[in-house]
């Protein structure tokens, strides 16, 4: 610590490449936390997604490509299934694009049976619901985030799904009751979701009558979920029709990869950063050490030994990095509620802004050690020439 | 007779420039007495400040003996020769060599923190030493805020705070008008008569070689007669 001082004013010798150095540093930190949290997100999906009791089945080579609906009665008489119900990808959106719901065609009966711990819907508006055929449940953060009310009329735009009566992608539901989480750690799963009743989308649709996106499962007993998988796929194997079922929870980063390989790209980009980073600080690094030749030498004359310029050195490179990191990672963490309302039914987890302080470390040695050897194994009786 | 400080045996310094060997000292023998205040003067490229180098544990000879206040430096590591130099010797450079970014008292207190003194201790320390070389009110000031004979001052007080055997002090006026370099050599000879400091300094100045107790005269690489001046 005596030597605090010392690194912390070398550090500011010049004022303003320093500022410039740490705001570079610091900016790609705030962007290793948000891609990083990004990352942990898409690579770990939400465990309440669903319960371990739960599977999903869908076509083997893509879940863009639709299944039979006859195929819920083989499935549910697979032995241990307790219960199938059947999904499709509505794809919608209210107004503008930018306002992603996401809306989903539901069989009420095996829906609600299957998602029973799921939701908290009062009695008399699960059978209003019940009752009307263009009825929509809605959850109460997107009914408060739109202003939407009981009763009112819901047009929504799907991208995919023409209706069948007049060719349009426009779609009208009555929202008969609002719904809330029973998890609050789902909350945000649920939050852009509208449900409405599969068969207004079957009969309204102008195709794919019949066929559905997905099926999903609950097991009697979830440590048989692998037998089960198995036997489902087992039934529509080599047929037109061959399924993949797999666990909620990896379907849901399978899902999300639809998109691309989303961890791949964060992590390129982040490496791009970096890879920069090393290069920018590192030079400056250099630059600072060179332009400093003779005052090492002279703390080298005082009787600093090689070892301890090369600490110096290293400690001041250690100096800037952790804390232009530890102002970008906390302003990454205080962006993570910003990000979220962004990318809805993603969760975010803070955990990854410790892990950057060891990057910080990392990148503080890499590009702090060729600058540091440099001043160990300078000649002390050279750089004073230089000086004279 | 005084205890010798100094010792230097048959010292041969050649350096490497290039893929030539360049003899600089050549089987030079000296003894400097503790308490003397020594200045060695000669033309550029005379050996002058290799001696200097030598002599305060900043290089080592290619071949010969070196003794420096008991011990061998010609024997040494480069690691053992940077703690001798803490323990033993300060310098005093001709363009002060403070650290920019560092105020006085900061500058003078760097040597200090090789010690386990207290942080309190060593600006205890570092103050008494600015006050004994009369700079004590500027201890706050920057070298930029100096004028030359201030921040020459400082360094003879880094190079005292540690309270060094011997002090070498490579042109100390060599940047300073005459009223300054005048203050700064009057300095350093209550420095060797009141504090017993053993001072050798490299100087072109023959007034300056006026204030030692002794002056040495280098050439080529050797040095020439010897002469004692009067105190």
Sequence with gaps: ?388 | MSETIVSLRNVVKHYTRGKQDVPVLDGLNLDIAKGEFVALMGPSGSGKTTLLNLIGGLDSPTSGEITVAGERLDRMSSGQLARWRARHVGFVFQFYNLMPMLNALRNVELPLLLTHLSASQRAANALAALTLVGIADRAKHKPGELSGGQAQRVAIARALVADATLLVCDEPTGDLDRKSADEILHLLQILNREHGKTIVIVTHDPKAAEFGSRSLHMDKGALLDAGTLAA
Aim: proline fraction near 4%; aromatic fraction near 10%; hydrophobic fraction near 45%.
């Design chain 1, 1 to 388: 610590m005596k030597y605090l001082p010392l690194i912390w004013a070398n550090l500011w010798r010049k004022k303003t490449r320093t500022i410039f150095t740490l705001l570079s540093v610091a900016v790609a930190f705030l962007l290793y936390g948000a891609l990083a949290t990004l990352d942990y997100a898409f690579e770990n999906p939400s465990a309440g997604v669903t319960g371990v009791d739960k599977l999903i089945t869908t076509n083997k080579f893509s879940i863009t490509l639709l299944l039979p609906f006859s195929d819920v009665q083989d499935i549910a008489a697979v032995p241990g299934v307790a219960v199938v119900t059947w999904l499709t990808w509505f794809g919608a959106y209210y107004q503008e694009s930018k306002n992603f719901v996401f809306a989903v065609p539901i069989d009420t009966a095996t829906y609600f049976d299957l998602h029973k711990d799921e939701f908290v819907v009062s009695d008399a508006q699960m059978a209003a619901f019940r009752n009307n055929r263009s009825g929509a449940l809605v959850n109460s953060a997107l009914m408060k985030k739109f202003g939407w009310h009981v009763g009112e009329k819901l047009p929504l735009h799907s991208t995919i799904w023409t209706q069948k009566s007049d060719g349009s992608l426009n779609w009208t539901f009555d929202i008969v009751g609002t719904f809330d989480a029973k998890d609050p750690t789902q909350a945000s799963q649920q939050s852009s979701t509208v449900l409405f009743h599969y068969e207004l989308f079957d009969e309204g649709r102008s195709f794919g009558k019949g066929q559905v996106g997905w099926f999903e499962e609950r097991v009697v007993d979830p440590s048989q979920s692998p037998q089960i998988s198995q036997k489902i796929d087992a039934l529509f194997a080599n047929s037109p029709n061959e399924t993949k079922t797999q666990p909620a929870k990896d379907f849901a980063m399978s899902f999300l990869k639809q998109i691309g390989d989303v961890g791949f790209v964060l992590r390129a980009i982040l490496g791009a950063v970096f890879f920069t980073l090393l290069f920018l600080t590192g030079n400056t690094m250099m630059q600072s050490v060179r332009e400093r030749t003779p005052e090492l030498a002279v703390l080298k004359t005082l009787g600093f030994s090689d070892a301890k310029v090369l600490g110096l050195v290293i400690g001041e490179s250690l100096l800037l990095c952790v804390l232009a990191a530890v102002v970008g990672l906390a302003a990454s963490y205080a962006l993570i509620p910003v990000v979220h309302s962004v990318l809805q039914g993603v969760d975010l987890s803070h955990g990854e802004q410790p892990a950057g302080l060891g990057v910080a470390v990392l990148l503080a040695i890499l590009v702090g050690t060729p600058p540091a050897l440099r001043a160990m194994r300078l000649n002390v009786v050279d750089a004073l020439m230089e000086k004279r």
